[in-house]
């Protein structure tokens, strides 16, 4: 089963195949901030240490809220994100106050899928 690493919280978590970031952080006390749990927000906002890889691709939301500036830093919105491996993510106070009161825009540079 995939693991996923919440190394800001220092919480390693076993997870089932295609689990949500973010579902997965408030089932089992992983600690990611949140508010909406819809893609609106920005609250979720974490970077993708390492498994970039194992994650499903970008959704609409995500392009909206992150635009190709967080997306192609490795960022994404846990809240909107589904696991199928081994992955670590971290989050940062400062960051998740910009994605916040980020515009919502439509990104014109190449996103990862
Ligand atoms: S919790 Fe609001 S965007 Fe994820």
């Known amino acids: 089963m995939p693991v996923i690493n919440y190394s800001t919280s220092n919480k390693k978590i076993e997870v089932p195949e295609n ?44 392009r909206k809220k992150l635009g190709g500036e967080y997306l192609d830093m490795g960022y994404r919105l846990g809240c ?10 971290s989050w940062d106070e400062e960051i998740t106050r910009q994605v916040k009161k980020r515009k919502i825009t439509m990104p014109k540079t190449t996103i990862k899928s």
């Open 80 to 89: 909107q994100t589904f696991v199928n491996g081994d992955v670590t993510i």
């Open 19 to 62: 689990s949500n970031i973010l579902r997965m952080s408030l089932r089992y006390d992983g600690e990611l901030p949140n508010r909406c749990g819809g893609g609106t927000c920005g609250t979720c906002v974490c970077k993708i240490e390492d498994g970039y890889k194992n994650l499903d691709k970008v959704k609409h939301a995500e």
